[in-house]
């Protein structure tokens, strides 16, 4: 399945054609599955217009780009010591233009080549071959070679790292007994990397051996905690903003969280993905109230911001010269219960919370619907494997017997945690407290710093938690649902659902997969570990003298092919 020849390319992407050419596959799901398989994007493109009888489209003439100019874009600025340990989207753009991914996610959801060149991989998904960029050059003159990716797999998969790529990744990685013993008396296990996961065939080849097949490998490899570093970053003290060095097309210049980060256009060695416009970034924080940042916008002192809340639509389209660029994405938030805290071990009361709930409603009244409503299973309908369910509706006779079932008929007080900012989190909580009273739960909203609750979000027994796109259902599904792995906010566990999770990331076509997933869907519906209100759409804004500027489905800032006109 090599992108270089088609005499191994894999034998499931002849039968792809065949499925578009009869109707039974879409465009994307095509373009999507191929891709994966590692049929490059320029032949999965041509194959799909031979099949389809489609000509290239005549597009007008842009304007040649042109090169210099500073990019000033509004964002938080966080610390960013250490990639693997990355939980925000911002840590990952600030990151991102120094370090780089193996896999890029692009504007159309499709996972694309970026520091691995190739992939292929095997009939049965379990082995991975990846071809790495020769003439790749770190920020310090050493050559990025595959020590580089060991390293990096090694550090995600240790346990004393603390990576949420445990979890991405938990198909190279086995339990063991730690000779521990918790309090009732049972072994304490701990993940680790499985033995012969990864392996270096030469400087520019590594294979991964998976225990199980799982088809979402290379959009995993696309996350932002999977920026690769340096093979000596923990040698030379793990702190990329201490010691920047990076294989990207910037440099960092300086640096100070809360207020600035400024980088430069690297003058070393040629980028490896050609020609680079801009001669800098600068982010600038301007917090989490908007308006300092429609001020600057105003004001001329930004070009660009990293997102554009949902409240922040109407003001700036007032504002001349500006373009809000929209993309429908996977984007969304949870009221998430953690199961084994009192009252929310009681499935009865996550299900009298469920009832009393209007989704529709939630979308009008919290994002003004702009977007698509939640069916508390985490599973969009942008995922190729998506299943839709029978809507959820809201009951109150039946929030109020089930309240009385689980032994609280004269009510119940709970309180959820919440971050101040974005304004849209405190609303959807907010209308999600007001929903639940007429059943009599009292819901307390606690706010919070952004700071505060982060970190707490693996603890608090009730938070509402946003996360951002992942391409693929199996993708979050492993991320946050799977048992023990680290941003599992609910722990849950259920093995009948993981052993599913296995069974659907072996399944190429997204139809057959989707059979799956709404097993996997109703589980979790049924289980009522999320109220997930509704999936939204994702804004940006920059001037019209930014070119070649889009809003990427995770909020990427993918800056190194903009100009400024």
Known sequence: MSRKSSKSMHPYVPELKELLRNGKFSRRDFLSTATRLGVSLSAAYAMAGGVLGLCASTVARAAAPKAGGILRCSMNVKEMTDPATYDWSEKGNLARHMTEPLVRINKDNLAEPYLAETWEASEDLKTW???????????????????????????????ATGSSNQGRFSSMTR????????????????????????????????????????????????DYPALIVHRRFSDEGGDLSKNPVGTGPFTLTKYSVGEVAEYRRRTDHPWWGGDVYLDGIVYIDHGDDPGPTIAAFASGQIDCNYRTSVEQVPSLKTIPNLVTYETVTAQTGVARMKITEAPFDNKLVRKAIQACMDHTK??????????????????????????????????????????????????????????????????????IAEMCRPAGIEVVINIMPGGTYWDRWMTTPFGFTSWTHRALGVQVLNLAYRSGVAWNETSYSNPEFDRLLDEAGAILDPRERSKVMKKLETILQDDTIIIQPFWRSEFLTATNKVRNMYCQVASESHFNKVWLG
């Open 362 to 431: 939630l979308l009008e009244l919290a994002y003004q619907n702009f977007g698509a409503p939640g069916e508390d299973h985490h599973v969009s309908p942008i995922h190729p494997e998506y299943f839709k369910l029978p809507p959820l509706t809201q009951d109150y006779a039946l929030a109020k017997k089930l309240l009385a079932d689980a032994g609280y008929a004269n009510g119940l007080k709970v309180r959820i945690d919440c971050v101040a900012n974005p304004t849209w989190e405190q609303t959807a909580v907010k209308v």
């Open 129 to 159: 071959t990846f071809k790495l960029r020769k003439g790749v050059k770190w920020s310090n003159g050493d050559d990025f070679i595959a020590d580089d990716v060991v390293f990096n797999f090694e550090r995600w998969l240790d346990p």
């Open 175 to 222: 339990q063991i007994d730690t000779g521990k013993k918790d309090k009732e008396g049972k072994p304490v296990m701990s993940t680790v990397a499985a033995e012969g996961a990864i392996e270096k065939i030469d400087d520019h080849t590594v294979r991964f051996h998976l225990n199980r097949a799982d088809i979402s490998l290379p959009e995993a490899l696309g």
